[in-house]
């Protein structure tokens, strides 16, 4: 069992940043990766970045190229998510997801999902 906690959000100005955590805690084995996802009313969840305990390689959906960063902290068990240049589209509720095996960008391949925390971002 892994129970996943995120902070970091809160309300932004558009081409602001904001850093998200994820707090791992529970059973996690290195090859295991962490997923950031999100939901805007209205709108399907969306796949944003994930990365591997094992590596650090990290992967980017398309919402996040070039503007959000993944990083981890292994030995705090920590997935951050660094969101610069932000703007009104980013608001969303943002979930940090675990999963060990599958597409790294399907929520499908995610068994444990945090509680998830809201992004605001105004124009």
């Known amino acids: 069992q892994v129970h996943l906690v995120e902070s970091g959000g809160g309300l932004a100005q558009a081409g602001g940043s904001l850093r998200l955590a994820c707090a791992a805690s529970g059973r996690t084995y290195s090859d295991d990766f962490i997923g950031w996802f999100r939901q805007a009313p209205g709108k399907e969840r969306e796949f944003v970045a994930a990365i591997r305990w094992i590596s650090n390689s990290p992967w980017y959906g398309d919402p996040a190229k070039g503007r959000f960063t993944i990083g981890a902290d292994n030995a705090k068990n920590t997935v951050y998510l660094h969101m610069y240049s932000l703007r009104s589209e980013d608001t969303a509720v943002y979930y940090c997801?675990?999963?060990?095996?599958?597409?790294?960008?399907?929520?499908?391949?995610?068994?444990?999902w945090g509680q998830g925390t809201q992004v605001t971002v105004s124009s």
């Open positions: 997801a675990g999963g060990s095996a599958g597409p790294i960008q399907n929520d499908r391949s995610y068994d444990y």
